[in-house]
């Protein structure tokens, strides 16, 4: 280890370019002046020429301006030198020491970078004491400092995540709190997904029904229902989204085949047809594109369709399908059919305009108010409805509120958690 004049370092012109938050130069520095100089500077074999530590040069002669004094390993450094260390006397365990120093605090690296950097410091750090080390103390090397609170979560974060790098989801993931994101909504659907599976084929609750499993299967009574809605897949490969977007809990789970759809289509318009009373009104969630598919299905089947689609439009929107080219994806499409004669009990535009609710697990979940205007406009009081694809049950709260009698089919055992969730806490009347 030699001490240099500060002036005679030579940093490479693609460093030079890089710009330093003089903020954190500043944290750097009085750590440095607190605690003393951690790392000595790395140059190349010349003795001169910078390999690492460019933002610990710069703090240092941010102390020599100013006239202070700070130690390396216990001693004084003199005014204007700086401590440095030739690359060929370090071991490979302390070059590679140097590397993940400079890495951790570099600004231009991606936040999965960092993150792997910072949990390599951890283990390096364990290694060489034989013993663990916090996250405190990873805060302390990587910010120079620890505050409780910001920058030793951020630390904390980063090293939770890294263990999970090798997932696509959590590494394609925009941020490291998007990260985050995803690691809980993972959490939570496997906890459903225990929960689900250990639910009878049917939970009552009150006058409400959820059958869990297929609705092509389930038992159901013919004629029964006064009013449908239901959620299907839009057979647009959702799928392949994934991970969350502008707010939303959850992506899309569920098999949102474009190849399979129109067979779903047609058991799905058959099962109504046979659930559905004699004058009923059928509410069905689709895409724009698929709408006019989804009509000629409904209508050879013997519905009488609305010809153009309800349209839902979310005034706070969960996803931006271009991204930072925009927009939001705000508005969803209904298909609305009759089967026999059926009036309405309350008039509505075919323009609903709605708020999401919280999202409880469901990259597709729709809003209970969207379900009361629907149910509002077809449905009296201590009625039946039904709606075959529940997906978080939005069915219950919405009927539950008008007095109605819901039936909802779920095949997701994540799903059917949320819904009986749901189920146990509507308010007893």
Request: glycine share 8%; net charge neutral.
């Amino acid at each position: 280890m030699d001490f240099i004049k500060s002036e005679e370092i030579v940093i490479p012109p693609n460093r030079q370019r890089r710009e330093f938050d003089p903020r954190k130069i500043t944290d750097l520095a009085d750590s440095i002046q607190v605690v003393g100089l951690m790392h000595a500077v790395v140059v190349q074999n010349d003795g001169r020429t910078l390999v690492a530590g460019e933002r610990r040069i710069k703090a240092m002669k941010q102390l020599h301006f100013l006239g202070k004094f700070f130690k390396y390993h216990g001693a004084p450094v003199f005014q204007g030198e700086i401590p440095v260390v030739k690359l060929g006397e370090l071991s490979p365990a302390e070059v590679y020491e140097a590397e993940l120093a400079e890495n951790t605090i570099r600004e231009d690296l991606s936040w999965q970078e960092k993150a792997e950097a910072v949990a390599k410091l951890q283990e390096l750090r364990q290694m060489q004491r034989g013993a663990p080390v916090t996250p405190k103390e990873i805060a302390l090397e990587v910010n120079g400092k620890n505050d409780g609170g910001g920058l030793d979560d951020k630390v904390r974060q980063q090293l939770l995540v890294a263990k999970h790098l090798n997932n696509p989801e959590v590494a394609k993931s925009k941020t490291l709190k998007d990260a985050l994101t995803v690691l809980k909504t993972r959490e939570r659907q496997d906890n459903l997904a225990i929960v689900g599976a250990s639910l009878p084929p049917e939970v009552l609750a009150q006058k409400h029904r959820l059958i869990i499993g297929d609705f092509n299967s389930a038992d159901l009574p013919s004629g029964r229902y006064t009013v449908t809605i239901t959620d299907p897949p839009y057979g647009i490969e959702m799928q392949d989204a994934g991970g969350v977007a502008m707010g939303a809990v959850a992506g899309h789970t569920y098999n949102d085949s474009a190849t399979e759809w129109p067979d779903l289509m047609k058991c799905l318009a058959l099962k109504l047809w046979g659930v559905g009373a004699e004058n009923s009104h059928h509410y069905v969630f689709c895409d724009f594109e698929k709408f006019v598919e989804l009509r000629s299905i409904f209508s050879a089947m013997g519905f009488r369709v609305f010809r153009t689609p309800f349209v839902m439009c979310r005034t706070s929107s969960v996803r931006a399908p271009w991204k930072e080219e925009g927009p939001w994806k705000s508005t969803e499409y209904i298909l609305y059919a009759i089967k026999g004669t059926k009036p309405t009990q309350k008039w509505g535009p075919d323009f609903i305009v709605c708020r999401g609710d919280e999202n409880l697990g469901h990259g597709a979940q729709k809003p209970v108010s969207v379900y009361v205007d629907l149910l509002e406009r077809s449905a009296k009081p201590g009625e039946e409805v039904i709606d075959l694809c529940a997906g978080t049950g939005t069915i219950f709260p919405a009927a539950h509120q008008l007095k109605l009698i819901a039936t909802g089919v779920e095949l997701s055992p994540q799903n059917a958690a949320i819904c009986a969730e749901r189920l146990k806490s509507l308010p007893t009347t």
